[in-house]
């Protein structure tokens, strides 16, 4: 049971960054996949998730209009294209899936990938 999550780096305000999710290690089914992100010293958000069928996608506030989720045609990676970064969107950035979450609440997915670190700089 495994999740990859990968493309985290520095970026300067204003820069791009693709996370990628890698389920091709993940041999359960899911209902949605939501990415996650912790800042230094606070607790983990929600950020986004898309669920699996549909390929419906929700988006908090803080990054609606300059986060994109996606997937590619075989549903194994799962997207996060970032644009417009700001500082505050620094932290860990964490995949997750679950069976029966809508939205990325926390406390609804059973499965984490590792985190990958994304950094903004002003």
């Known amino acids: 049971v495994q999740l990859q999550a990968s493309g985290g780096g520095l970026v300067q305000t204003g820069g791009s960054l693709r996370l990628s999710c890698s389920t091709s290690?993940?041999?359960?089914?899911?209902?949605?996949l939501g990415w996650f992100r912790q800042a230094p010293g606070k607790e983990r958000e929600g950020v986004s998730s898309i669920r699996k069928t549909t390929g419906a996608t929700y988006y908090v506030d803080s990054v609606k209009g300059r986060f994109t989720m996606s997937r590619d045609n075989a549903k194994t990676t799962v997207y996060l294209q970032m644009n417009n970064l700001k500082p505050e969107d620094t932290g860990v950035y964490y995949c997750?899936?679950?069976?029966?979450?809508?939205?990325?609440?926390?406390?609804?997915?059973?499965?984490w990938g590792q985190g990958t670190l994304v950094t903004v700089s002003s």
């Open positions: 997750a899936v679950s069976n029966r979450a809508l939205l990325p609440i926390e406390d609804d997915y059973d499965y």
């Open positions: 290690g993940f041999t359960l089914d899911y209902l949605t």
